[in-house]
């Protein structure tokens, strides 16, 4: 058991690492891309879109030193383990998506009036679009290994991504409509709010379970009642109640009162206990830990 548990886990971070390694080159090309098309191809709009993908790998570095901390095993101190780093990863993207929104909000804001002194090239263009196209590939690719490995801080990295591809493509406009008519060079400002408030939308999913983890919220009333039931039929389990849940990183650590014969010793007791935890183990919603209380089963109780 021991061993398939640290097997799962090293699976975990390297998949965790290989992950935030691919996403953190891709960062760093694309930006070394759109600087470059935006030098070349004269479009202020498009270097300042190199600078906000390169600060994207701040979020990338995040995972990478944070894995090595979250993956610790349980000791003395944090006899739960580390994984609440993990939620505290989740919740800093969290708050660089809305910093991101905001600054986006912003730009589109003091800059409206802006005039563009020198009309880019279709360089920029090919630039923009190569971003937004990698980075909504990016996303998807993240997104499944995150779900793959219950990550919650890749998954929000992948979300980081998306928001990245949506606020390139006010960008992209802006330089179309340039290309095509450069007085509707205005229409990019109104595009970047808007793409603003998804990414809004974005980082509150992404904060919103990340923060009932940090106050202990516990499971949804489903899970609880598929934890009952896996529990109350067990061989030798003759009532189940006082559940308790709550998210420790990915998984659901569990606590709950289970009632047996009064009669039966104390090691027939102990078995019954054992098999409710490797049922919950193995057949629960995402369960990674269990204490079973054992009482004695008084009719009258009922």
């Known amino acids: 058991m021991t061993i398939d548990a640290n097997a799962s886990e090293l ?9 935030t390694w691919i996403s953190l080159i891709v960062n760093v090309l694309l930006s070394a891309l759109k600087l470059a098309g935006g ?21 990338d570095i995040a995972i990478l030193i944070g894995v090595k901390f979250w993956s610790r095993p349980p000791d003395d101190g944090h006899p739960y383990g580390h994984r609440r780093i993990e939620t505290l990863v989740t919740v800093f993207i969290g708050v660089v998506l809305i910093a991101a929104s905001i600054g986006l909000i912003y730009n589109a804001i003091v800059t409206h ?14 630039a923009a679009i190569i971003s937004i196209v990698s980075k909504e590939i990016l996303y998807r690719w993240t997104r499944n290994i995150g779900r793959r490995l219950k990550s919650s ?68 009333e489903k899970d609880c009642e598929k934890i009952r039931a896996i529990a109350l039929f067990t061989d030798g389990v003759r009532k189940v109640h006082a559940i308790r849940t709550r998210y420790v990183g990915p998984g659901l650590s569990v606590d709950l009162h289970v009632q047996v ?26 369960v990674t830990d269990v204490i079973v209380h054992l009482e004695p089963h008084e009719p009258e109780t009922d």
């Open 261 to 286: 014969d009064p009669e039966m010793t104390v090691r027939r007791g102990h078995n019954i206990g054992g098999e409710v935890k490797s049922k919950l183990l193995s057949e629960g919603p995402d």
């Open 11 to 19: 699976h975990h971070i390297g998949g965790v690492r290989r992950a």
């Open 153 to 220: 801080a890749v998954i929000a990295n992948a979300w980081h991504h998306r928001s990245d591809a949506f606020s390139s493509i006010p960008t992209a406009v802006a330089v179309s409509v340039m290309l095509l008519h450069p007085s509707l060079a205005f229409l990019d400002h109104i595009a970047a709010v808007v793409v603003s408030f998804f990414i809004l939308r974005v980082a509150w999913n992404v904060l919103k379970p990340a923060l009932k983890e940090l106050v202990d919220a516990g499971a949804s």
């Open 113 to 126: 009036q802006q005039k563009h002194t020198e009309a880019p090239s279709w360089i920029a263009l090919v």
């Open 39 to 59: 030098i070349v191809g004269s479009s202020q709009a498009i270097i300042a879109d190199g600078v906000h993908s390169l600060s994207d790998s701040s979020t």
